[in-house]
Each structure stands twice: as structure tokens, then as C-alpha cells.
């Protein structure tokens, strides 16, 4: 798939489908789905332990459990609280996922944009190198002719061999850029890639108004804040369940009483059928419920906090999506400004100066400004091509 050429969305479907990273979100998504089994199968326990335990008969000690199972457990709705942290546990892990997949397709893309850039640099510069031979030939001849000083000869020599100390370091900075996207599709090292077969990014420009409820809405950090400050205050109310008293004594509740003694071969009632307000001696039940209420006096303000934190995250994220549409929209036009206008004047005044000089027109000072100057707006043109790909899949990220 990675040869002789190869496209983005290749390069994406690849990362995707192979990365470490997204793997092992994957694996701890999938972990945190088992945590709807575990809510239930505590209560089940309990049951089957309170019903064991109600039926054995060892002659000694007492023939009845000492404390009924709506002690553990003082409202039914805990058990739906608890189903609910473990959705929000699941939540959590599915935008952790997500957010992987986000970056890891993001990283990859900005690879293959540069890696781009690379190619045609490149070949520009070779374009370039070639020229310059060209050029030193023509300098040589006047020279040999008496029309030219030698020094026009050297700084021709001198430029081509910046060039080539600049085309090997493009050719280790292309090795690098294929380096990380064969680590991000965890392909061993070594493999020589294709060329990019995707020459011109998306160059829409989408409308800012659209995108600040788009980023609001989608962007993982904020979901798994969201998810967080859900699963506390599911915790806050759980704990007010359990810690302060109940509206009811819970006497219509499952107790530790034997299966067998219900229905018609029942000895006693399967609950309680009076409401007892003290226990011996005149002591109260739950008397002591407020003696950790500071837990949750602590909680609540660890979730006001949250809360702050949640609102200054969404007012970052709309600066973040203002200054990647800046940068997007900046590229684009930078890039029609190269590729449109400056390219074809470079071009222009190269070749008049060329022409000039070998017929011996223009200084030789002239010259070699124009063949620097069509090198760097061809480079930069370029570099502006693949910074709107880069730009777009920042913009996407965020």
C-alpha cells in the first residue's frame, strides 16, 4: 500500500488499524465495559450469603442473622447510582479512545504533509543545482574570454555547494519523516516509502461561527470532563444516600430471612411488621449520621471546582479554534500568493536575467539574486502548499 505511491487517507486507515496507542485505548475501553456486570453481582452475593446463612441451623448462638442486608444497603436506587458511575466510567474511556485516535491521525497527517514538502523540495533544489551548472558554464566561457572576473566563477561554485550540503540534509530530514510515520503504523524501520500521491489539500475554508459549537460539542477534553463531574455528583448523591438518613425505614426491603419461610410453609413474616425507633436502652438508630458529612462537604466543593474548570476549558477551546481558522486561512493565502503572483515573476525575472547575462547585459550580482531568489519563492511556495494540510488537520484536532 506504501509503494510506488501512496495517499492520505492510506497513511490515516493505516495508523488507525495499527497503532500501539490505539490499541491499548482500545483494550482499556473495552475493560471498563465489564464494570456493568459488576454492579449487581455484589447485591446477588449478599442475597445468596444472607440466605445461606439464615437457613444453617449449628445449635449454637443465635437462630437468626444479627443484621438484616438493608443495613449494607439502605436504598434500592444505590444500586442504579452505581450503574450509572460505571456508565460514566465507559464514557470516560471512550473519549480517552477517541482522543488517541484524534492525535495519532493528526501526528500522522502533519508527517505526511512535511514528507511532502520534502519530495518537492527536493526536486527544486536539484532543478536549482542544475541551473547553476549551467550557469557556471556560461560564467567559465566568459571568463576564458575576458568578458568576466574569476570571482563570478568561485561564487557560482560556492552556491552549488550550499545546495548540496542542502540536498543531503533534505534526504536525512525525509528519512526522519518516513521514520515516524512507519513507527506510527508500527512498521519496522528500514522500508524506503513511495511519493505522497495527495499534491493538494482541502483549501475550503470553513465559516468560524459553524465551528465554535462544532468544538464545544466534539472535542474530547471537555467530554471527559463532563463524563467526570457526571460521575461526581452520582457520587456526592450516593453518599448522601448511604451517610444521611433515608425517608424510610426500608422495612419493605429483602432481608436476610431463608427462601423457605416465605409463602404458606412461612413460620414468620419474610419483613419486619413493626417500626422500632430505638435500639435497647433507649439508644437511638443512626444516631451518629453526620459524623461523616465532611466528606461531602469536601466533595462539593471538589465539584464546584470542576465546574470552573469545565468553563474555563470551553473558553480556551473557542480560542483555540479562532487562532487554528487564523492559521488556516493565513496559509491559504500565503499559498495563493506564491503559487498565483510571485511564482510566475520569479520565473520571469530568472530567465530575462539569464539571457541577459550571457549576452552580457546585466552584472553578474544580478544574476545570482534572481537564481536565489526564484529558489526560495519555489521553496516557500511550496512550504505554504503543505502548511494548509498541516493547518487543517491542527484545526480538525482541536
Not at 533544489?125 to 568561485?154: F, I, P
Request: proline share 4%; charged share 25%.
Amino acid at each position: 500500500l506504501l509503494r510506488p505511491r501512496f495517499s492520505l487517507q492510506t497513511v490515516q486507515a493505516l495508523i488507525l488499524l495499527r497503532n500501539p496507542s490505539v490499541e491499548s485505548a482500545t483494550h482499556r475501553f473495552r475493560a471498563a465495559l465489564e464494570g456493568f456486570d459488576q454492579v449487581t453481582q455484589l447485591d446477588d452475593i449478599l442475597r445468596q450469603y444472607s440466605a445461606f446463612t439464615e437457613s444453617v441451623r449449628p445449635g449454637v448462638g443465635p437462630m437468626q442473622g444479627m443484621d438484616t442486608i438493608q443495613m449494607k444497603f439502605p436504598f434500592p436506587g444505590v444500586t442504579a447510582l452505581k450503574g450509572q458511575v460505571a456508565e460514566k466510567n465507559v464514557e470516560l474511556e471512550k473519549q480517552s479512545l477517541d482522543l488517541v485516535r484524534r492525535d495519532i491521525v493528526a501526528q500522522g497527517t502533519k508527517a505526511y504533509w512535511n514528507l511532502l514538502y520534502i519530495h518537492r523540495a527536493q526536486r527544486i533544489t536539484r532543478d536549482t543545482l542544475e541551473q547553476l551548472n549551467h550557469l557556471e558554464s556560461v560564467a567559465t566561457t566568459r571568463y576564458g574570454a575576458g568578458k568576466t572576473s574569476y570571482q563570478d566563477v568561485v561564487k557560482i561554485r560556492i552556491g552549488r555547494e550550499k545546495l548540496e550540503e542542502q540536498l543531503a540534509t533534505l534526504s536525512e530530514q525525509r528519512v526522519n519523516l518516513e521514520t515516524e510515520l512507519l513507527a506510527l503504523m508500527d512498521i519496522q524501520p528500514g522500508i524506503s516509502l513511495g511519493w505522497p500521491d495527495t499534491p493538494t489539500p482541502d483549501l475550503s475554508l470553513p465559516k468560524l461561527a459553524f465551528l465554535y459549537p462544532l468544538a464545544l460539542e466534539n472535542r474530547q477534553e471537555l467530554n471527559r470532563m463532563r463524563a467526570m463531574l457526571g460521575k461526581m455528583e452520582r457520587m456526592v448523591e450516593m453518599a448522601e444516600t448511604m451517610i444521611q438518613p433515608a425517608f424510610t425505614q426500608n422495612y419493605s426491603l429483602y432481608t436476610d430471612e431463608a427462601v423457605l419461610q416465605a409463602g404458606s410453609a412461612g413460620m414468620k413474616p419474610t419483613f419486619a411488621t413493626t417500626v422500632s425507633p430505638a435500639r435497647g436502652k433507649g439508644l437511638p438508630k443512626n444516631a451518629w449520621f453526620g459524623t461523616r458529612d465532611t466528606y461531602l462537604r469536601e466533595t462539593r466543593r471538589k465539584l464546584g471546582a470542576l465546574k470552573a474548570d469545565l468553563a474555563n476549558a470551553e473558553a480556551r477551546t473557542r480560542l483555540m479554534v479562532r487562532m487554528g481558522w487564523f492559521e488556516l486561512d493565513r496559509a491559504r493565502r500565503e499559498r495563493s500568493l506564491y503559487k498565483d503572483r510571485l511564482l510566475e515573476l520569479s520565473q520571469t525575472s530568472l530567465d530575462v536575467s539569464t539571457r541577459a547575462y550571457e549576452s552580457g547585459g546585466v552584472s553578474f550580482a544580478d544574476v545570482i539574486s534572481s537564481y536565489t531568489g526564484w529558489l526560495d519563492v519555489n521553496l516557500a511556495s511550496q512550504r505554504r502548499n503543505s502548511d494548509v494540510g498541516i493547518t487543517r488537520a491542527e484545526l480538525e484536532r482541536r
